[in-house]
């Protein structure tokens, strides 16, 4: 066992009736990495952090979390984690500081340091203001902030997050997204969400999953290099259609090209590079050359929804 591992997960797998969940899935997450756990609906994202936080057993596999068996150590993992499903089971009709005092106690915190730590973890999440209130009478983003609370208030060496900015507005995705990128290096933290560009901005290390399998595994810059490391480059250029298809077509360096109708008489035309190589200068050359106007010549990064929907859909199309 790498003593630089917080997960290791080898050939994990679980069965339901008629169908499975996840298949054979291997992977592993470094001590003080920011993951973030990607997929459609029904992927097998869930049900592998549910087995990660000892929620449900595998049906077949290994998987380790600090170095213990989540089958045969579950009790010391539980010390290890702290986990927010998607769904919040909180009491709601407790006090927000009464719930999350008795979660610490819950978790082993003596009374003294339960007190202190209740008061950390409600000014990191946003919570001092609404402390007395009565969670049922909380709106949704708040009770999310109430499950994130729970989830840090031991201090766990792994937070394990189910889609934990479900139903919080821009102003507290963004409280949220500082937070967890704030909690990196001192603990690891493995998200679960639908939302691409908070991935990129808050994780260093990605897994992309489909039908309860790893399709790619990597750090978002290395996922989207590999894809296409010139991006592309779009040009809008009032030209006839024929004309810039057999342009772009004889084009060095083109791997392919689309064209569509932007407004007056000008056309997009959205060119992927070979190589990564960047074409504007020789996409400004041409069509300078042919006496074309040239409303806009930019290039475009590959996103890590690219990479997604990339991958994704082959699957989709392999099947």
């Known amino acids: 066992m790498d003593d630089g591992l917080m997960i290791e997960v080898i050939n994990l797998t ?4 008629g169908r499975t969940a996840i298949d054979g899935l291997t992977f592993s997450v470094r001590r003080g990495e920011i993951v973030g756990l990607l997929g459609p609906n029904g992927a097998g994202k869930s049900t592998t952090m549910r087995i990660l936080a000892c929620f449900m057993p595998a049906s077949s596999g ?5 170095g213990r068996d989540v089958f045969t150590e579950s009790i010391e993992v539980r010390r290890r984690i702290g986990y927010m499903p998607e769904n919040n089971p909180l009491y709601l009709e407790m006090r927000v500081n009464e719930y999350l005092k008795f979660r610490a106690r819950l978790k082993g915190l ?3 340091r339960s007190r202190e730590r209740v008061g950390v973890v409600m000014d990191q999440c946003g919570l001092a203001d609404v402390n007395r209130t009565i969670i049922g009478h909380l709106s949704k983003g708040y009770r ?9 208030v031991h201090e766990p060496e792994l937070l394990i997050l189910d889609e934990p900015t479900l139903g919080l507005d821009p102003n507290q995705i963004r409280s949220v997204r500082q937070l967890i990128k704030s909690l990196g290096g001192r603990h690891t933290v493995l998200i679960s969400t639908h939302m691409l560009p908070e991935v990129e901005m808050t994780c260093n290390y990605v897994l992309i999953m489909n039908e309860g399998r790893i399709l790619a595994a990597d750090q978002p810059q290395r996922l989207r290099a590999s894809l296409c490391e010139g991006g592309q480059v779009v040009a809008e250029v009032a030209a006839p259609e024929a004309e810039l298809r057999a342009c772009w077509a004889g084009f060095p360096g083109v791997a392919s090209f689309e064209i569509c109708a932007a407004d007056g008489e000008f056309l997009r035309c959205t060119l992927v590079s070979q190589d990564g190589l960047d074409l504007r200068s020789a996409v400004y050359d041409r069509v300078s050359a042919r006496g074309w106007p040239l409303r806009e010549l930019t290039r475009r990064q590959t996103s890590l929804e690219d990479v997604f929907v990339h991958l994704t859909r082959a699957e989709e199309e392999e099947a």
């Open 110 to 112: 003596s009374r003294v």
């Open 62 to 66: 290994l998987a380790r979390v600090a």
């Open 144 to 152: 999310q902030r109430v499950g994130l609370a729970d989830a840090m």
């Open 14 to 17: 679980k069965r339901y009736a």
